[in-house]
């Protein structure tokens, strides 16, 4: 069935070890001496944490309690800002707050926010958890959206600021606020 080694190892003068195994490329010529495949290369933007994992978990709403108030009482807000980064500025933090609201009064938001959660967990390489994105925001959807806020917080966005105003920051070299010094004390 398989060759066995010493079949693998026989090779004649021109570097021709017989025909290539199935790859599921196909080859221009059978007489063509096999190259083994270039090794499949990945590349993915990864922030804090390791990877694949949120940088903090569903339930850690206390480590940003001012998003976790304005999530509890106008989760709107919070939608907005996620779906403007997660877009990429392609719509306004406002007009998706607007039809988050809207949807919100139905009982249909969480369908709407869910896509946003999968959408960066896509652009970022997030792994599902701990449970599949509908049921996430269905069940959690103030601790979702303050999660997906903390990532986008703890990969660099100013949430405030929205998408235009991040990539100008990020062009001009700018990653954070600049930290004033005191005048002198005694």
Same mark, same amino acid.
């Given at each position: 069935m #398989?060759?066995?080694?010493n079949?693998?190892?026989?090779?004649?003068?021109?570097g #021709?070890?017989?025909?290539a195994?199935?790859?599921?490329?196909?080859?221009?010529?059978?007489?063509?001496?096999?190259?083994?495949?270039?090794p #499949?290369?990945?590349t993915?933007? =990864?922030?804090?944490?390791q990877?694949?994992?949120?940088?903090?978990?569903?339930?850690?709403?206390?480590?940003?309690p001012?998003?976790?108030?304005i999530?509890?009482f106008?989760?709107?807000?919070?939608f907005?800002?996620?779906?403007?980064?997660?877009?990429?500025?392609?719509?306004s933090?406002a007009?998706?707050?607007?039809?988050?609201?809207?949807l919100?009064?139905?009982?249909?938001?969480?369908?709407?926010?869910?896509c946003?959660?999968?959408?960066? =967990?896509?652009?970022?390489d997030l792994?599902?958890s701990?449970c599949?994105?509908c049921?996430?925001?269905f069940c959690c959807?103030?601790?979702?959206?303050?999660?997906?806020? =903390?990532?986008?917080?703890n990969r660099?966005?100013?949430?405030g600021?929205?998408w235009?105003?991040?990539?100008d920051? =990020?062009?001009?070299?700018?990653?954070a606020?600049?930290i004033?010094?005191?005048?002198m004390?005694?």
């Amino acid at each position: 069935m #398989y060759p066995s080694v010493n079949d693998a190892q026989r090779c004649s003068a021109d570097g #021709y070890l017989g025909p290539a195994p199935a790859s599921g490329i196909p080859s221009t010529s059978p007489a063509q001496p096999y190259a083994p495949p270039l090794p #499949y290369v990945t590349t993915t933007l =990864r922030g804090q944490g390791q990877a694949g994992q949120w940088s903090t978990g569903l339930c850690h709403c206390c480590d940003d309690p001012a998003n976790c108030f304005i999530s509890c009482f106008c989760p709107c807000i919070t939608f907005g800002q996620i779906s403007e980064i997660a877009d990429r500025g392609s719509s306004s933090c406002a007009g998706n707050g607007v039809i988050y609201g809207l949807l919100l009064m139905t009982g249909f938001a969480c369908l709407y926010s869910c896509c946003y959660r999968s959408k960066l =967990r896509g652009q970022y390489d997030l792994e599902e958890s701990p449970c599949v994105d509908c049921l996430v925001h269905f069940c959690c959807e103030t601790c979702a959206l303050c999660q997906e806020y =903390r990532e986008l917080k703890n990969r660099g966005f100013d949430m405030g600021i929205g998408w235009e105003a991040n990539v100008d920051r =990020r062009n001009r070299g700018v990653t954070a606020a600049p930290i004033l010094a005191r005048g002198m004390t005694r």
